[in-house]
């Protein structure tokens, strides 16, 4: 991202266009209140931490009733266990019915390890149900929830002894990446447990546990691979030697803790819980030849290899099994994501240069077909109710910032240009550093407004430049749809999607759209989109504040009154009650003011009240959510009351 300075421009002159959202931030009363939540919540969340001990006790008195667990489980089945294979769904139900029973008669079983993975399983699922939470500060409800028990296991985990790494020992440790990916909770690394020899050797080992073993390697490896790609980092799967064969493509009724030959696997044209992994599998080699290449700065791909290895994905493609059942639903998408996302990050770089060389239109359409189909395969699922895939991958922000910066460079553009109007100067510095957290960041620490901002617009010259602009343009408005269903089911992200709705803003409207004539100047032009990016945001934010589980808390009524008082527009009015806006209802991308509401609308509790919330040194520590990389990005940021570094 720190190649895209034209988007950072962008954001600054939105920023200065209207100083609301200046007088917004620098509100003495807002700070305050601002400043004393803030302060009350860090001294109930030490307090919390210094009461949570990660015993065993604590773990089984989390659980919910059987009840609750049983549905909450049963879903877990359905979204996880056919493509990351973690657990052996038959022993898994016996053991489940021996630990409810244990617990029915009055018993104390002894199986910290089992609940444990309980009440991962359960975390992994909170926020999947497609509805609109209630928002208890800075994030939703469900999220939170999820990570109160994310945060208790790993207290549990963390006290666990090394010596003897049984095979449950790596399905907690699995399960709990995946609740933390799929709530957006930041991964430090990827548990390291890719590095661990016993998971791979074979030994003198059952011949059930050495199955299990396989699929929870390439369960593993996959997580670890699609981490460093995100990251923007080497995998350092690259470096380490492994021989272990493909999971067998077996149901896993036809595996039992009993067996002594293995079954014989299903063709692959056979649907089962293990297919995905075995499919997957054929394509590592190659997706992690193409990871060392890609991250490595001093690699120089030439055209023609780009084309070679583009061949090779689509051929993979091509040859991916058509499993026509409801339960491969989610396995097929999947996998299509996993080869999409590499078409588009080889072709990305020659994309840019389509509009001065013919020869790379070639490259241009690569990247926005591979978005199109990224941003419908997500599309469709949220629209089914599956919102798995969305929540735990970051494909939407990762194309959709990217194909922006190619769209803008293909167009005509015409400046630098100005915004018609700047809001005063102001004493604080509005930007930040990506990669600081907003206490530890000195409130000097800025970047020089170097940065100019062209118009652009769409190519004349040429029509196919044309065609791809207009449809990468349509593309971007469904990808900034379907994230907002993310951030808004999730109630993080707000950086992230900040970025990408003023990526998708800068770029001329849509044909189709009854703004898209170009009869205004083009100082008017690059303020119409500026205004528009701050009327989608600050429209986000307020249906944050809307969603506020307590609305009449103090904080939150204040803040609400300040935005009414300085955005006096319908857009940006609140409306009276609090009634939930439906999940369906979308289409208003972007949000650094969402931003806004992952700071601002923590006043949604009350300021006496934050126990169960979390403060800056917790789970929801950074602006940035998503596991993007951003490095050598910096962007404005107009909560400048936050970047103090007294709290």
């Known amino acids: 991202m720190h190649q895209f300075r034209e ?7 939105a920023l200065m266009l209207d100083n609301s959202i200046m007088r917004l931030t620098t509100g003495q009363y807002t700070r305050q209140n601002f400043k004393t939540f803030r302060d009350r919540r ?85 926020s999947l149900a497609p509805k609109d939470d209630v928002f ?13 028990i994310i945060d208790l296991c790993d207290a549990w985990i963390g006290r666990q002894p090394r010596k003897r790494l049984t095979l449950q020992f790596f399905q907690i440790r699995i399960l709990s990446v995946l609740a933390k990916r799929v709530n957006c909770v930041k991964l430090k690394q990827a548990a390291g447990m890719h590095r661990d020899p016993s998971l791979v050797t074979a030994g003198k080992v059952p011949q059930f546990e050495r199955e299990m073993k396989k699929r929870l390697w390439i369960t593993i490896m996959e997580l670890e691979l699609q981490s460093s790609l995100e990251s923007g980092l080497q995998s350092s799967l690259t470096a380490l030697y492994w021989d272990s064969p493909a999971p067998a493509n077996v149901p896993d009724d036809a595996l039992t803790t009993e067996v002594q030959e293995l079954p014989a696997s299903r063709p692959l044209e056979y649907f089962t819980s293990a297919s995905y992994l075995c499919v997957s599998a054929k394509s590592i080699p190659l997706r992690l030849h193409l990871m060392q290449l890609l991250n490595d700065p001093s690699a120089r791909l030439q055209y023609s290899e780009v084309l070679q290895y583009d061949a090779e994905i689509h051929e993979l493609l091509r040859s991916l099994p058509q499993w026509d059942i409801p339960s491969a639903t989610i396995p097929m998408a999947l996998l299509r994501l996993q080869l999409r996302q590499f078409v588009f990050i080889l072709h990305q770089s020659f994309a840019k240069l389509a509009s001065q060389n013919e020869r790379y239109a070639y490259s241009f359409t690569a990247c926005v077909e591979s978005t199109s189909a990224i941003a419908n395969t997500h599309n469709e ?51 930040a550093d990506g990669q600081t957290h907003f206490a530890d960041m000195p409130s000097g620490e800025h970047l020089a407004p170097d940065l100019e ?126 009634a939930s806006i439906a999940a369906s209802n979308v289409g208003l991308v972007g949000s650094h003011a969402s931003n806004n509401g992952q700071h601002l609308t923590v006043g949604g509790m009350e300021l006496s009240d934050g126990n169960d919330s979390k403060g800056m040194d917790g789970t929801f520590d950074t602006l940035q959510d998503m596991q993007v990389d951003l490095s050598g990005w910096t962007f404005p940021d107009f909560w400048a009351f936050d970047l103090s570094g007294d709290f």
């Open 42 to 126: 860090k001294m109930a969340n030490k307090q919390n931490d210094a009461r949570t001990l990660g015993i065993d006790q604590e773990i089984f008195a989390a659980l919910p009733d059987r009840s609750i667990v049983d549905l909450q489980v049963a879903l877990y089945f359905q979204t996880w266990e056919n493509t990351y294979r973690v657990l052996h769904e038959p022993s898994f139900w016996k053991e489940y019915t021996t630990f409810w029973e244990q617990r029915a008669v009055g018993g104390s079983p002894n199986q910290p390890g089992f609940a444990a993975i309980l009440l991962l399983m359960i975390a992994s699922i909170k």
């Open 453 to 578: 901002v062209s118009l652009a617009i769409v190519p004349q010259h040429s029509f196919l430049a044309r065609t791809l602009c207009i449809s990468a343009i349509d593309v971007l408005n469904l990808a900034g749809q379907t994230y907002e269903r993310k951030v808004m089911r999730m109630g993080t992200g707000y950086m992230e999607y900040w970025l990408l709705t003023a990526a998708i803003n800068m770029l001329p409207p849509s044909p189709s759209s009854s703004s898209s004539a170009q009869t205004i100047s083009p100082t008017d032009d690059i303020s119409a989109r500026c205004r528009r990016t701050l009327d989608q945001f600050m429209t986000v934010a307020l249906r944050m504040l809307e969603l506020q589980k307590d609305p009449e808390a103090r904080f939150a009524s204040s803040l609400r009154t300040t935005l009414s008082s300085v955005s006096p527009s319908d857009v940006r009015t609140p409306k009276s009650g609090g």
């Open 381 to 431: 699922l949220v629209s089914q109710g599956i919102l798995v895939l969305n929540n735990m991958r970051n494909d939407i922000i990762r194309t959709g910032l990217m194909l922006s910066r190619i769209v803008y460079f293909n167009c005509a553009l015409h400046g630098p240009v100005k915004a018609s109007r700047s809001a005063p100067a102001l004493k604080t510095s509005y930007f």
């Open 136 to 148: 208890e500060g800075d994030t939703t409800s469900d999220r939170l929830m999820a990570s109160n």
């Open 7 to 13: 988007l950072q421009a962008f954001t600054r002159e």
